[in-house]
C-alpha cells in the first residue's frame, strides 16, 4: 500500500511536468498551453494529491509494523 | 549607500520595531505556556500544536526569503521554464505526506524529538543515528548562513544604509536567538503565525498591486511575447532533464528536512495534521506562483537586467510604483516585513533544529543520565553558540563558498530511502541502509566537489543533479542488500 501510494505520487508529479512539449514542437510555443499546464500543476496535481491523503491517510498511519524485524 | 536612498520612512521603521516587539511578546507568551522542563516540550512545544499554528508554522517554515526574493529573480531569468518551483513546492508536501502519518503515529508512541531518533529505533544504530544528524546539521547549518546574509542585506537596504549589513544580522539574531530560547518550538511556532500571516498577505497584496498597476494578466501576456519572447519557448531536452532532476531532488530533500520532521511530531492528533497538509498543497497557489507572476512582469517590463539586479526585481519594480504613487509606500513596507518573516521564521526553526540534533543525537548518548532540565538548558547555550559562531561567518565569508549550499538538498534526501524503507518495509536490515546512506553521500559529494576542481567530473551527469543518480545507486544499495541479506540462511 505505501509503495503504492507512493508511486502514485511520483506518477502524479511527473504528469505535472511539461514532457508532452519537448523539444521544437511548437506545441508550447503560444500562451495557452502554459495555461493548460498552470491549471495542472496548480489544480489537478493538489487536488488528486488531497483526494489521496484523504482517502489513505489512516491506512498509512497503520501500515507495516517494521521495528519487530529490525536487525543490527 | 546613503540614507536618502531607504526604501522606508519613518513610519516603515517604526512598523518594523513594532513587528519585533510583537515577535519578542509572543516568545515571552510562549515561555509562559510552557508545561513542563523537558526536551519535548522545549523542541516540539509538548507535542500539542493545533490545525491553525501548525498550518501556519509549516508554512512559514518552508517559504524562506528566497521565496519572495530569488523565485521572482529565477523566473525573470528562466521565464516559464521556472514553474518547476511551483510543482516542487507541492511535491514537498506530497512527499510528507508519504511518511508523515506513519511518522507521527510512532513519534507519539515511543517518544521521537528528533529525525534520528526514529533511525536508532528502527535501525538499533547509534553511528547511523548520528550520521543522520551530522548530515541534517550540516545542511541547515547551510541554510542559516544563507538566510542570515539575506537578513543582513534587506536590513541595509531598507533604510538605505542607516542600519550596516553587520548590524542587522547581529540586531537580528539576537532578536531571533530571544525569543527562541525563551519557549522553543512553541515561541517559534505562535511567531511562524504571525510570519505566516504577514508572508501570505504581503505575496498576495504585492501580486494585486503589480498585476493592476501593468494592465492586467493580458496587459502582462501581450508584453512578454513582445518583449521577451524568449521565455515562451518549448523546452529543449536537456531542460526538461534539468526540470524533472530539480523537481526529483527538492521535492524529496525538502520534504526531510529536520525541523519540517519535528513539526510532524510537534502535531497534537494526527487528524489536525492530515488537514494541514492538505492546505498546505494549495500553497504555492498564492505564494511561489504569484511570484514567479511578479519577476514574469518584471521580465516584461524592466528586461535586460544581469543576473544579481534581476534578484531585486520586486523591490525595483515596487520602487518605481512608490515613486509614481507615493501612496504605495504601505507595499513596499509590507514586502519587507514579508521579508523579513520569510527570513526569520527559516533562520528559528533551523537554529532549534540543529540545537535539538547536537543536544538529544550527539551530546545525550554520551551523557545518558543528564536530567531533561539540565539538557534543555544546554541546547539554549548550544543556540547561542551555534549563533555567536555563525554570525560573523555570514558577515565575513565570501559569497563564492555559497556553491555548497546548493548541494544542502542533494545531501539531505539521500536519508530519503531508509526512511521509507525504515517505516513501510519490514525487511530492510541495517547495514544495506546505513550503506546506501553513505554510499549516495559520498557520490553526492564527489560530483558537487569534484566539478569545482575538475573539468572531468561533471556536476550534473548526463544532465541530471548529481545527487539524484546517488540516490539512485543508494535505493539499489537498500533494496537489492536487505533482500539478499535476508535470503541468507543466519547460520553461514
Known amino acids: 500500500m505505501p509503495l503504492r501510494i507512493l508511486l502514485l505520487v511520483l506518477a502524479l508529479l511527473f504528469l505535472c511536468t511539461p514532457f508532452w512539449a519537448v523539444g521544437d514542437t511548437g506545441i508550447m510555443a503560444g500562451l495557452p498551453r502554459w495555461v493548460i499546464y498552470l491549471v495542472m500543476v496548480c489544480v489537478f496535481f493538489p487536488a488528486a494529491v488531497s483526494f489521496l491523503v484523504q482517502r489513505n491517510w489512516e491506512a498509512l498511519a497503520q501500515a507495516g509494523d517494521s521495528e519487530k524485524e529490525t536487525e543490527g | 549607500m546613503s540614507p536618502d536612498s531607504a526604501l522606508v520612512g519613518t513610519g516603515g521603521i517604526a512598523v518594523m520595531v513594532a513587528y519585533l516587539v510583537a515577535l519578542l511578546v509572543l516568545g515571552w507568551m510562549g515561555r509562559q505556556a510552557r508545561k513542563e522542563k523537558s526536551l519535548a516540550d522545549?523542541?516540539?512545544?509538548?507535542?500539542?500544536?493545533?490545525?491553525?499554528?501548525?498550518?501556519?508554522?509549516?508554512?512559514?517554515?518552508?517559504?524562506?526569503?528566497?521565496?519572495?526574493?530569488?523565485?521572482?529573480?529565477?523566473?525573470?531569468?528562466?521565464?516559464?521554464?521556472?514553474?518547476?518551483?511551483?510543482?516542487?513546492?507541492?511535491?514537498?508536501?506530497?512527499?510528507?505526506?508519504?511518511f508523515a502519518p506513519k511518522l507521527h503515529r510512532l513519534s507519539h508512541e515511543h517518544g521521537y524529538i528528533t529525525l534520528s531518533d526514529f533511525f536508532y529505533h528502527r535501525f538499533r544504530s547509534r553511528t547511523f543515528a548520528a550520521l543522520i544528524s551530522i548530515s541534517g546539521i550540516i545542511a541547515l547549518l547551510n541554510y542559516v548562513l544563507t538566510n542570515l546574509k539575506a537578513i543582513g542585506t534587506a536590513a541595509e537596504t531598507a533604510t538605505g544604509g542607516k542600519v550596516s549589513f553587520a548590524q542587522g544580522v547581529i540586531f537580528l539574531s539576537v532578536?531571533?536567538?530571544?525569543?527562541?530560547?525563551?519557549?522553543?518550538?512553541?515561541?517559534?511556532?505562535?511567531?511562524?503565525?504571525?510570519?505566516?500571516?504577514?508572508?501570505?498577505?504581503?505575496?498576495?497584496?504585492?501580486?494585486?498591486?503589480?498585476?493592476?498597476?501593468?494592465?492586467?494578466?493580458?496587459?502582462?501576456?501581450?508584453?512578454?511575447?513582445?518583449?521577451?519572447?524568449?521565455?515562451?519557448?518549448?523546452?529543449?531536452?536537456?531542460?526538461?532533464?534539468?526540470?524533472?532532476?530539480?523537481?526529483?531532488?527538492?521535492?524529496?530533500g525538502v520534504a526531510i528536512y529536520p525541523h519540517a520532521i519535528q513539526r510532524i511530531y510537534a502535531a497534537s492528533d494526527s487528524q489536525k495534521l492530515k488537514r494541514a497538509y492538505q492546505v498546505m498543497l494549495f500553497m504555492p497557489l498564492f505564494t511561489t506562483l504569484l511570484m514567479i507572476f511578479v519577476g514574469w512582469v518584471g521580465a516584461a517590463q524592466i528586461p535586460g537586467l544581469e543576473r544579481a539586479a534581476s534578484e531585486g526585481i520586486t523591490m525595483r519594480m515596487l520602487g518605481e510604483l512608490t515613486a509614481r504613487y507615493p501612496v504605495m509606500q504601505f507595499v513596499?513596507?509590507?514586502?519587507?516585513?514579508?521579508?523579513?518573516?520569510?527570513?526569520?521564521?527559516?533562520?528559528?526553526?533551523?537554529?532549534?533544529?540543529?540545537?535539538?540534533?547536537?543536544?538529544?543525537?550527539?551530546?545525550?548518548?554520551?551523557?545518558?543520565?543528564?536530567?531533561?532540565?539540565?539538557?534543555?538548558?544546554?541546547?539554549?547555550?548550544?543556540?547561542?553558540?551555534?549563533?555567536?559562531?555563525?554570525?560573523?561567518?555570514?558577515?565575513?565569508?565570501p559569497q563564492t563558498i555559497w556553491w555548497f549550499v546548493q548541494i544542502k538538498v542533494e545531501l539531505l534526501v539521500q536519508a530519503l530511502p531508509a526512511l521509507l524503507f525504515g517505516l513501510y518495509w519490514n525487511r530492510v536490515q541495517t547495514g544495506p541502509a546505513l550503506w546506501g546512506f553513505l554510499v549516495g553521500t559520498g557520490v553526492t559529494l564527489l560530483f558537487a566537489v569534484g566539478s569545482n576542481f575538475s573539468d572531468a567530473i561533471p556536476a550534473k551527469p548526463f544532465g541530471m543533479h548529481g545527487g539524484l543518480w546517488a540516490l539512485v545507486l543508494n535505493i539499489l544499495i537498500v533494496g537489492i542488500g536487505s533482500t539478499v541479506l535476508r535470503k541468507k540462511p543466519s547460520n553461514e
Open chain 2, 42 to 98: 522545549f523542541y516540539l512545544g509538548g507535542r500539542n500544536l493545533g490545525f491553525f499554528v501548525l498550518l501556519l508554522t509549516l508554512y512559514a517554515t518552508q517559504y524562506s526569503g528566497n521565496t519572495l526574493i530569488g523565485f521572482s529573480g529565477s523566473a525573470y531569468r528562466n521565464g516559464f521554464a521556472f514553474l518547476v518551483a511551483v510543482a516542487f513546492m507541492m511535491g514537498v508536501v506530497a512527499m510528507q505526506f508519504v
Open chain 2, 175 to 252: 532578536i531571533i536567538l530571544i525569543y527562541e530560547t525563551l519557549g522553543g518550538l512553541r515561541s517559534v511556532a505562535w511567531t511562524d503565525v504571525l510570519q505566516g500571516i504577514i508572508l501570505a498577505i504581503g505575496c498576495l497584496v504585492i501580486f494585486g498591486v503589480i498585476l493592476f498597476t501593468y494592465d492586467g494578466t493580458s496587459g502582462v501576456f501581450s508584453a512578454l511575447q513582445e518583449k521577451r519572447p524568449d521565455l515562451w519557448q518549448p523546452l529543449t531536452t536537456a531542460q526538461y532533464k534539468t526540470w524533472l532532476s530539480t523537481l526529483l531532488v527538492v521535492t524529496g
Open chain 2, 332 to 397: 513596499v513596507i509590507l514586502f519587507l516585513a514579508a521579508v523579513f518573516a520569510a527570513i526569520m521564521s527559516t533562520v528559528d526553526s533551523a537554529l532549534l533544529s540543529i540545537s535539538s540534533m547536537i543536544t538529544q543525537d550527539l551530546y545525550r548518548p554520551l551523557n545518558p543520565s543528564m536530567p531533561e532540565e539540565q539538557l534543555t538548558r544546554l541546547g539554549k547555550w548550544i543556540s547561542w553558540g551555534l549563533m555567536a559562531l555563525m554570525v560573523p561567518l555570514a558577515i565575513n565569508l
